[in-house]
């Protein structure tokens, strides 16, 4: 095996036994889910931040390897290891997460319409999101919250979470898995793994992840305003 390969293995980037912090939150009820910090190596912030892709639109986008640079492929290639998976899955109650296909998606920025109530498809297994902003401002916009119900952003199942650098919230998908944000609009770094119950969801998935990609390439201004004025409970089902 090739050193490098060697010593990655060896010092992840996203070690799972960081999830057995003393701080680390895990709850069953209203569904499951999980929210931990301090995820991530302090001196691998820079590298990372270096290494993120540059995006020209808002919202998530299909991962490509040939977008991002080294560290940021490294971290990816952690959190979607099979066995990595299967220890996040065991904290919220799920067998062998590892066997699921992986859909990553990572955002650089959000517009003002991102961050509606909702609870994820049926497509999906379970989600988790990694945070990588070294600051955020002093305002609850564009903070995760999990939620009890579909028409309240302010019925909050756990404290809100900042989107800072090894911020990490994950949630196993259920029809009332209901989470959100209030509307913000700016840079916004996340890394987002799903686990998906097929192949076949995957590549569909990434089909229109792609499209997304080059309507907000060729219409940005457009995308910018739909939605800007939101209401701030504004939700969708899935």
Known sequence: MPAAITENRAHPLFDPARLDRA?????????????????????????LQRDFPKYAGAGFFPYEEKDCGPSMNRLIADLTDPSVASVVGAKLGIDNLGQYPTLVTLCRALNKRHGT????????????????????????DGCFRFLKRIDSIDDLATPEIKPLYGNLVVFKRADNSF????PYAGERRVIQVAWLTSED??????????????????????????GAGRDKN?????
């Not at 009820?29 to 590298?47: C, E, R």
């Not at 989470?179 to 209030?182: A, K, P, R």
Request: glycine share 6%; no cysteine.
């Open 23 to 47: 701080d680390t939150i895990v709850r069953n009820d209203p569904f499951h889910f999980l929210v931990a910090s301090g995820q991530l190596p302090t001196n691998a912030a820079n590298d």
């Open 117 to 140: 109530i909702h609870t994820d498809s049926k497509s999906k297994v379970a989600t988790a999101l990694l945070y990588l902003n070294e600051s955020w401002p002093d305002i609850s």
């Open 179 to 182: 989470h959100g944000h209030l």
């Open 201 to 226: 969801e995957k590549l569909r998935k990434t089909q229109r992840g792609k499209l997304s990609r080059l309507f907000k390439k060729l219409f940005g201004g457009i995308d910018r305003r739909l």
């Open 234 to 238: 504004a939700a969708h089902r899935d």
